[in-house]
């Protein structure tokens, strides 16, 4: 795989790890993005340019796992009551986008290119399968994910995923000398593979863990996840179903278990370290050769798909009920072809559906598209914080000199503040959203527009000088970048953070915050207080039990933040979902 000269081994990690390191700093930094990065440095050293690699389709097959393990990711964050709820996005729609684009494509390559009816429909139904680790990573990077907006993005990406198995079984039907047979025996194999990987899900992995658990050695959990995950993708891919389908199914059943915090921290980095690889075998596998023979129609196809496709995913957005915005900006995110067209134009091109010319035409056209996504989505968002900015009544933070300083006034900041207003102290707040301070202006408040994950607005509005910052922020990735801000650059602030749940609260402590406060916890142990008293329980028992969780849950985190999530668990005594701090106790009647 790697061209003479290098290791067999530690060559090609080094020129990979070298080509990723340098490039995606840069391209972050310029504010391209770090996926745009990955596909820069894939090209530098695939065979059109240095020929350090000379066969990226091996190197882009293994690096699909992290894809496969992105989604994986997703699926814990999904239960299964959720993913439920989601079957009429998932499949209206999902349905309606593809089958929508798919023939505005066909269409657009019969009449405008001249292919025939077979080939414009393999064309574009390759393109209309839009790429689902791009789309991630960029929702994620901006925070997006777990908004309505996002489970959209997640439930088209869905369908689309499985659109693919319908796709290739028409392939097949259509390939000279098969018959359809083979496609309906496909479809039953996959049907068998969901449901014996849904009973596993429901039966066996829960009580896998536990025994796993049981064994009190970190890295045999580790093992036991990657084989989780290592084995739903090939149980997938052996039924003729993608991979990256089978992963997330497995991650839906897991997200209701009480290791799938544990599951998520051992996965995470091989997850992120994957994904980059796929981007840059993606990057890789860009044909200059295809490009300087047949630029002319490679131009015309890439901008002619990607403007039809946008306008057939705005119409649909709006016919369901989005807005324009939303509409506008998913018509942005999805107008470019993904991953599995590969699949798609390769068993096209091998059943002798299509010319292997036309194939590596179309693959690269769905490379280019890949890699202007997230430009074409920098730009757009320019316009629109541009946009932001300029509206009415939102005052820049511009000289702030408050002895604390407040990020995000939100629900949680608005009640923090209260406490250091109500006694007189200068406050210095900022927030993000246009719309929350010309709200907060009408109580009286005065917020200054500012995004805290950005180092400027930390010096403009007077983080030098505070004696405390507070990061009240709802969004975990940019608490977790204003922490690395503050403790970079303003180390002598006292940094109090709010944390979004016990494994967040984990990562502040070892960044080396000063406090950090779950934002459920003091709500969720007075209820319980609030139930003891209801139950008859006295004043003083109920005080003492609050104390003994208190101490219990502050040595847990102690031991937690040394070992990782599954340590402290000798303080609990029972393990039902969620697990309770003490053990359970029927009130005696002289406790009233």
Same mark, same amino acid.
């Given at each position: 795989?790697?061209?003479?000269?290098?290791?067999?081994?530690?060559?090609?990690?080094?020129?990979?790890?070298?080509?990723?390191?340098?490039?995606?700093?840069?391209?972050?930094?310029?504010?391209?993005?770090?996926?745009?990065?990955?596909?820069?440095?894939?090209?530098?050293?695939?065979?059109?340019?240095?020929?350090?690699?000379?066969?990226?389709?091996?190197?882009? *097959?293994?690096?699909?796992?992290?894809?496969?393990?992105?989604?994986?990711?997703?699926?814990?964050?999904?239960?299964?009551?959720?993913?439920?709820?989601?079957? $009429?996005?998932?499949?209206?729609?999902?349905?309606?986008?593809?089958?929508?684009?798919? $023939?505005?494509?066909?269409?657009?390559?019969?009449?405008?290119?001249?292919?025939?009816?077979?080939?414009?429909?393999?064309?574009?139904?390759?393109?209309?399968?839009?790429?689902?680790?791009? @789309?991630?990573?960029?929702?994620?990077?901006?925070?997006?994910?777990?908004?309505?907006?996002?489970? +959209?993005?997640?439930?088209?990406?869905?369908?689309?995923?499985?659109?693919?198995?319908?796709?290739?079984?028409?392939?097949?039907?259509?390939?000279?000398?098969?018959?359809?047979?083979?496609?309906?025996?496909?479809?039953?194999?996959?049907?068998?593979?969901?449901?014996?990987?849904?009973?596993?899900? #429901?039966? !066996?992995?829960?009580?896998?863990?536990?025994?796993?658990?049981?064994?009190?050695?970190?890295?045999?959990?580790?093992?036991?996840?990657?084989?989780?995950?290592?084995?739903?993708?090939?149980?997938?891919?052996?039924?003729?179903?993608?991979?990256?389908m089978g992963t997330f199914l497995a991650g839906v059943m897991l997200s209701g278990s009480s290791y799938r915090h544990q599951v998520e921290a051992d996965v995470e980095p091989f997850k992120g370290l994957l994904m980059g690889l796929f981007f840059l075998a993606v990057g890789m596998s860009l044909d200059?050769?295809?490009?300087?023979?047949?630029?002319?129609? !490679?131009?015309?196809?890439?901008?002619?798909?990607?403007?039809? +496709?946008?306008?057939?995913?705005?119409?649909?957005?709006?016919?369901?009920?989005?807005? *324009?915005?939303?509409?506008?900006?998913?018509?942005?995110?999805?107008?470019?072809?993904?991953?599995?067209?590969?699949?798609? %134009?390769?068993?096209?091109?091998?059943?002798?559906?299509?010319?292997?010319?036309?194939?590596?035409?179309?693959?690269?056209?769905?490379?280019?598209?890949?890699?202007?996504?997230?430009?074409? !989505?920098?730009?757009?968002?320019?316009?629109?914080?541009?946009?932001?900015?300029? !509206?009415?009544?939102?005052?820049?933070?511009?000289?702030? #000199?408050?002895?604390?300083?407040? @990020?995000?006034?939100?629900?949680?900041?608005?009640?923090?503040?209260?406490?250091?207003?109500?006694?007189?102290?200068?406050?210095?707040?900022?927030?993000?959203?246009?719309?929350?301070?010309?709200?907060?202006?009408?109580?009286?408040?005065?917020?200054? %527009? $500012?995004?805290?994950?950005?180092?400027?607005?930390?010096?403009?509005?007077?983080?030098?000088?505070?004696?405390?910052?507070?990061?009240?922020?709802?969004?975990?990735?940019?608490?977790?970048?204003?922490?690395?801000?503050?403790?970079? *650059?303003?180390?002598?602030? #006292?940094?109090?953070?709010?944390? %979004?749940?016990?494994? *967040?609260?984990?990562?502040?402590?070892?960044?080396?915050?000063?406090?950090?406060?779950?934002?459920?916890?003091?709500?969720?142990?007075?209820?319980?207080?609030?139930?003891?008293?209801?139950?008859?329980?006295?004043?003083?028992?109920?005080?003492?039990?609050?104390?003994?969780?208190?101490?219990?849950?502050?040595?847990?985190?102690?031991?937690?933040?040394?070992?990782?999530?599954?340590?402290?668990r000798e303080n609990l005594t029972t393990r039902p979902v969620p697990e309770p701090l003490t053990p359970p106790r029927k009130l005696a009647a002289d406790e009233a």
């Open positions: 795989m790697a061209a003479a000269g290098l290791g067999s081994t530690i060559g090609p990690v080094v020129v990979l790890l070298s080509a990723g390191v340098l490039a995606v700093p840069l391209f972050r930094r310029l504010g391209l993005g770090s996926v745009l990065g990955y596909f820069a440095a894939g090209a530098l050293v695939g065979p059109s340019a240095f020929g350090l690699f000379s066969d990226p389709s091996a190197m882009l *097959h293994v690096s699909e796992l992290g894809v496969v393990m992105f989604l994986f990711l997703i699926g814990l964050e999904l239960r299964p009551q959720k993913l439920w709820a989601m079957r $009429g996005q998932i499949f209206g729609l999902g349905l309606a986008q593809v089958v929508a684009c798919t $023939g505005l494509l066909t269409a657009c390559g019969v009449a405008v290119f001249g292919l025939s009816p077979i080939a414009a429909f393999i064309a574009g139904a390759g393109f209309v399968l839009s790429s689902t680790a791009v @789309i991630m990573s960029m929702l994620q990077e901006r925070g997006e994910l777990a908004g309505p907006d996002g489970q +959209k993005a997640v439930s088209i990406l869905l369908f689309e995923d499985l659109s693919i198995v319908p796709l290739l079984a028409l392939v097949a039907w259509l390939a000279p000398n098969e018959h359809g047979g083979t496609g309906w025996l496909g479809v039953g194999l996959g049907a068998a593979g969901v449901a014996a990987l849904l009973l596993a899900g #429901r039966f !066996l992995i829960d009580p896998f863990f536990g025994l796993l658990a049981r064994a009190r050695a970190r890295e045999v959990l580790t093992a036991g996840a990657l084989l989780v995950v290592l084995g739903a993708a090939l149980l997938m891919e052996a039924v003729g179903l993608s991979m990256a200059i050769r295809v490009v300087v023979e047949r630029w002319p129609l !490679l131009i015309g196809l890439l901008f002619a798909f990607a403007l039809v +496709k946008a306008v057939g995913i705005y119409a649909v957005a709006r016919l369901f009920g989005s807005g *324009h915005r939303p509409a506008f900006g998913r018509a942005l995110m999805f107008a470019q072809g993904g991953e599995f067209a590969f699949v798609l %134009y390769t068993a096209a091109a091998g059943g002798g559906v299509i010319p292997t010319g036309d194939a590596a035409l179309f693959s690269t056209v769905i490379i280019l598209s890949m890699a202007l996504t997230p430009l074409v !989505l920098v730009v757009a968002g320019h316009f629109r914080r541009e946009e932001e900015k300029s !509206l009415d009544g939102v005052e820049e933070a511009r000289d702030l #000199r408050g002895r604390v300083l407040l @990020i995000g006034f939100g629900r949680f900041g608005q009640i923090a503040a209260q406490l250091l207003l109500s006694r007189g102290v200068d406050v210095s707040m900022i927030e993000n959203d246009p719309d929350r301070i010309r709200e907060a202006g009408r109580f009286g408040f005065r917020i200054f %527009y $500012g995004d805290g994950t950005r180092l400027d607005t930390l010096q403009h509005s007077g983080a030098a000088e505070a004696e405390v910052i507070m990061v009240c922020v709802d969004d975990r990735k940019a608490a977790n970048r204003i922490v690395e801000l503050v403790k970079a *650059h303003f180390p002598l602030a #006292r940094l109090l953070v709010r944390s %979004y749940d016990r494994v *967040h609260s984990i990562e502040l402590i070892r960044a080396g915050v000063d406090i950090e406060v779950r934002e459920t916890f003091d709500a969720a142990l007075h209820m319980g207080a609030e139930g003891l008293k209801a139950l008859g329980c006295s004043e003083e028992r109920t005080t003492e039990a609050l104390t003994t969780i208190r101490r219990l849950d502050a040595e847990r985190l102690v031991a937690q933040v040394q070992g990782g999530v599954m340590a402290g």
